[in-house]
Each structure stands twice: as C-alpha cells, then as structure tokens.
C-alpha cells in the first residue's frame, strides 16, 4: 500500500487541508499505517499534479487561510483500480521474539520488564480503541461506518492477543526464572 492511497482513503472521508488530513490521519489510518506530517505534504503535492485531488484555498475565521483537498474524478478511479488489485500481506518484524530467542542462551528474566512494558503499552491502545469502538459504533450503521468498524475491530482483535501473548510470556518467564533459582 503506498501513503497516496491511504490519503485518498482519509479524503473521500472528509475533504481537509493539510494540517487536518494530517492531525486525523495520526488517530484514525495512523494506527497501521505511519506518516510524517511532511511525508504527507510530499505526496498530497504529488497527488496533486497526478491530477488525484484538488486543493482550493479556504478563508479561515480564527485561523490562516489553508487549501483545502478534495479528491477529483481521477483520484476516484485510481482508488477504484488499487481496491481491485491484489495486496500482499506484510511480513512481521519485531526484535522482542528475537530477544525471546536469544534468551535460551542468557537468563531470560531479562526481558521481564520489556515484556511488561508491550503488555502495558499493548492494553493502553487496546482501552483506546475500546473507548473509540463505545463512542462511535453503537446503533445501526451505514456502508461507510460498517467498514471502518471492521477495521477498528481487526485492531482490537490485534491488541487482546498481544496482551494475552505478553501476560503468557510473563508467566513463562517467571516460571523459568522460579526454576533456575
């Protein structure tokens, strides 16, 4: 998936300038998928010479005048052929089950407190989507909130098994460090 189509996506949601598409992109797409806010800029400039999305100028009442962008009939084509082509999964990298790894040949008591700091972490965003999930998706719910719905769930189906993962490992290392006393 490239930024451009992840933009698209948050556009067809709400046209935004800039500075906004930005701000709600870090609490809504950013959750899986991470951009600067200069990254950002790049590709909405490139996107806009590709013809994808229109950005008009917009008097601000308290604020500076921003352009605002929308996405054109061109970027809703492009979107329309990216949902038609096939994605790969990504592939999973993280250093912790290499530590995890390693630990057979160290003392594994070691990654106790990194093993609790990503469970903690992993609860904390899990009691965020959970607060997002009872704030904006009780009642019935049209095509467009249905789908992002699906999305918030498949995060926090994300975030119950790293917490259940972590609170395992816990055990695990305690029980090894217990048995190496």
């Not at 009442?61 to 082509?85: C, H, I, N, Y």
């Not at 290499?98 to 609860?123: I, Q, S, W």
């Amino acid at each position: 998936m490239s930024l451009d189509h992840a933009l698209l996506v948050s556009l067809l949601e709400k046209p935004s300038s800039g500075y906004a598409l930005a701000r709600r992109f870090d609490r809504s797409i950013g959750h899986f998928w991470q951009a600067t806010h200069q990254q950002i800029y790049r590709v909405l400039a490139r996107m806009e010479e590709a013809g994808w999305v229109k950005g008009r100028l917009k008097a601000g009442d308290a604020a500076p005048d921003r352009r605002e962008f929308t996405v054109t009939a061109l970027g809703r084509r492009e979107m329309s052929r990216w949902l038609g082509e096939p994605t790969e999964p990504q592939g999973y990298r993280d250093a912790l089950m290499v530590k995890l790894r390693g630990a057979a040949f160290d003392e594994p008591v070691r990654l106790l407190g990194e093993v609790e700091r990503r469970r903690a972490m992993h609860a904390e965003r899990l009691a965020q989507y959970r607060a997002i999930e009872a704030r904006d998706f009780s009642g019935p719910l049209d095509r467009q909130r249905a789908l992002q719905y699906q999305v918030l769930k498949s995060g926090i189906r994300f975030e119950e098994t790293w917490t259940e993962w972590c609170a395992e490992t816990l055990g695990l290392l305690r029980d090894l460090e217990r048995r190496d006393r």
